[in-house]
């Protein structure tokens, strides 16, 4: 890396004077999450250290056991986006109803999170994520209404996630492509290591609890024996690889390609992950690296939440092996030419 590289900073100025519409509050919001990931990053880093591995003892509002570090992050996350004074509502995984935020401007932003993403490698020193996607308002008051909240993915503005790994990464697309900042943890600033990121439109691995085969859907099944078939010339069998957390299975795809799904299951009849805070700023950030996210056919980004909790199947990463697992879950199979 160069001895000069770009800070986090940096880069949103030279992006703001490039680009209209991240000038100004779409930079604050950058630059709040920033600090926000490096705050989140502290806390796990040391949290075997001061307590605050386990669980709280509570189930969130999804049903899931919470752990001490979901109830830090949200809180975390929920403080960071209040005092910037651009953001009048937060829907989070963490959170039963919409939180309304006491704005001192005009609130112009709605902010969806997962904001420990991953919770059940929290104790093993696994890979965790924070997940985020904003919504500009139309309106310039502090009451957000809840379908100023559900809304497709389309009309994200800004979306992205952190990924607390061997290092912090933070990813973010605003609409011009994906950039992705690792933290130098000495120097304590994000430098700009991955500038547009695109997915390969093909991979070698797919990502998804195969502990739940024989409950998918049959074309799902079927997709699996195909993509584990020995035959060179289309590069199989692909490897399996999973981690347990979304963010740093989708992060591997984004960078080497492959796929990840999970789709609905016995245990989880609309499948497990959630559409607002999950599958949609994760789906704007594949598009915009090149690759894909789709529900059972369907795109992502164009899927109307019709609750902040929605939950829905999810294919995503590379353009051709989301297609190609669409084609089997329609029953069609595999093209001649593959
Ligand atoms: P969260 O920790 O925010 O509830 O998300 C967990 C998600 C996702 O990160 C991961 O890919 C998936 O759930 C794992 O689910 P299984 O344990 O059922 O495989
Ligand atoms: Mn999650
Ligand atoms: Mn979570």
Request: proline letters at 6%; aromatic letters at 8%.
């Given at each position: 890396m160069s001895p000069f590289p770009v800070t986090l900073s940096r880069h949103i100025l030279e992006e703001g004077q490039r680009r209209a519409d991240i000038a100004g509050e779409l930079s604050t919001l950058i630059a709040q999450l920033g600090f926000t990931a490096k705050t989140l990053a502290r806390e796990m880093r040391r949290a075997a250290l001061i307590g605050e591995l386990g669980l709280v003892g509570e189930k969130n509002a999804t049903g899931d056991a919470q752990k001490k570090l979901d109830v830090y992050s949200n809180e975390t996350v929920v403080d960071a986006f209040s005092a910037t004074g651009l953001v009048a509502a937060i829907a989070s995984e963490e959170?039963?109803?919409?939180?309304?935020?006491?704005?001192?401007?005009?609130?112009?932003?709605?902010?969806?999170?997962?904001?420990?993403?991953?919770?059940?490698?929290?104790?093993?020193?696994?890979?965790?994520?924070?997940?985020?996607?904003?919504?500009?308002?139309?309106?310039?008051?502090?009451?957000?209404?809840?379908?100023?909240?559900?809304?497709?993915?389309?009309?994200?503005?800004?979306a992205g996630y952190v990924l607390y790994s061997t290092s912090t990464m933070l990813v973010y697309t605003a609409g011009h492509g994906v950039h992705g900042f690792t933290l130098d943890a000495d120097i304590g600033e994000f430098l700009l290591s991955h500038r547009d990121m695109r997915c390969p439109k093909r991979g070698k691995s797919f990502s998804a609890n195969v502990g739940h085969v024989r409950d998918w859907p049959q074309g799902i099944q079927d997709y699996v024996g195909y993509v584990t078939q020995i035959d060179k010339a289309s590069g199989r069998p692909y490897s399996h690889r999973y981690s347990g957390a979304l963010v740093g299975d989708v992060?591997?795809?984004?960078?080497?390609?492959?796929?990840?799904?999970?789709?609905?299951?016995?245990?989880?009849?609309?499948?497990?992950?959630?559409?607002?805070?999950?599958?949609?700023?994760?789906?704007?950030?594949?598009?915009?690296?090149?690759?894909?996210?789709?529900?059972?056919?369907?795109?992502?980004?164009?899927?109307?939440?019709?609750?902040?909790?929605?939950?829905?199947?999810?294919?995503?990463?590379?353009?051709?092996?989301?297609?190609?697992?669409?084609?089997?879950?329609?029953?069609?199979?595999?093209?001649?030419?593959?």
């Open positions: 959170l039963e109803e919409i939180q309304h935020i006491k704005c001192k401007g005009e609130g112009r932003y709605v902010l969806c999170t997962d904001p420990l993403d991953g919770s059940s490698n929290t104790d093993i020193n696994g890979a965790l994520g924070t997940i985020f996607g904003f919504y500009r308002r139309k309106k310039r008051d502090c009451d957000a209404t809840p379908d100023e909240v559900l809304r497709p993915g389309s009309e994200l503005v800004l992060h591997r795809i984004l960078l080497e390609g492959g796929i990840y799904f999970y789709p609905q299951d016995s245990g989880h009849k609309d499948g497990k992950l959630r559409l607002v805070y999950e599958c949609a700023p994760l789906g704007f950030v594949a598009e915009q690296a090149g690759g894909s996210a789709t529900s059972n056919g369907e795109r992502v980004m164009d899927l109307a939440p019709k609750a902040v909790h929605h939950r829905c199947p999810l294919a995503i990463g590379s353009a051709e092996d989301v297609a190609l697992f669409d084609r089997f879950i329609a029953g069609k199979g595999a093209p001649p030419s593959d």
